[in-house]
């Protein structure tokens, strides 16, 4: 199908969330709820280092036929020529488990980006996932987000941060080296920027609007690396790129001083979005 208006600043995207869309129509039928983006896209900061992500809500978890022909969109749609196709990303979640952030944490069938497969995962169904889902998703077919989907408290969201944190380098650690992979060197600072402005906010930002954010208001000492990364971003995922020579030493340095900043916030009825400048 073909939108009334841009969904995406890539007409090549739209047009594939359009033939998605149709599939999800044709495979689930009066199972399909509602399609929608979320993640950077639906925050307004997706570009061509984003992945696409989307969840589509269902009235049941999917049947085994469903799941067969899934399995096949799926399994086609990362041997496409293109960009786009090797950067959708996304979950297919019972309505019945949105209505609610007591199911926050449940496995939802998810296809990972650049992957051919659909496995049970937590990952679009985290708190600040659905956050972004609720309060900024953008609908592709069905009901407003906010007519359905639960608020997540804001103490959720600073729990989930504060608790993310402390492990944000072991995490990183199990997918990707810092020390050998540019790319990783970057995230690493980011998600400590998007964590702590979670922890501090109760808001979820893109990764370069906490990028920005936290040039302003962190202390000035990291404006080198926190510049270096953000102005390293269009460089994308590139396998052969190695940080530079202090490069890692100083993410893991910036990491560190994030979780102490942390552990010192008294963010009980925060309302400010500036942390001390330490």
Sequence with gaps: MTWAEAITPYPDLDQ?????????????????????LQGSFALGG????SDCDWLVATRRRPTEQQVAELRGLH????????????????????????VSVEHIGRPW?????????????????????????????????????????AAVPDDFLRREAAAALPTL????????????LAWGQRYAVVAACRTYYTLLTAEVATKLAALEWA????????????????????????????????EAGAARAFVAYVIAQADRADVTGRDDQHPPLE
Excluded at 75 to 94: F, I, K, Q, V
Excluded at 171 to 179: G, K, S
Excluded at 218 to 233: M, S
């Design 16 to 36: 594939l969330l359009g033939e998605l869309l149709g599939h999800w129509q044709r495979i689930l039928r009066d199972d399909l709820v509602g399609a929608y």
């Design 215 to 246: 040039l302003r208001t962190l202390h000035p000492r990291w404006r080198p690396l926190l510049g270096q990364v953000r102005d390293q971003r269009s460089l994308g995922w590139d396998p052969g790129q190695r940080p530079r020579p202090g």
């Design 75 to 98: 399994d086609e749609m990362p041997t496409r020529d293109g960009h786009w196709p090797h950067d959708l990303e996304g979950s297919y979640a019972p309505v019945a488990e949105l």
């Design 46 to 49: 997706g570009d061509q280092q």
């Design 109 to 149: 069938l998810f296809n990972d980006h650049g992957h051919r497969t659909l496995d049970w995962d937590d990952h679009c169904n985290r708190g600040y996932t659905r956050w972004i889902l609720r309060e900024h998703g953008v609908t592709l077919t069905g009901p407003a987000p906010k007519s359905f989907i």
């Design 169 to 180: 380098l072991d995490d990183l650690a199990t997918w990707v080296d810092i020390d050998a």
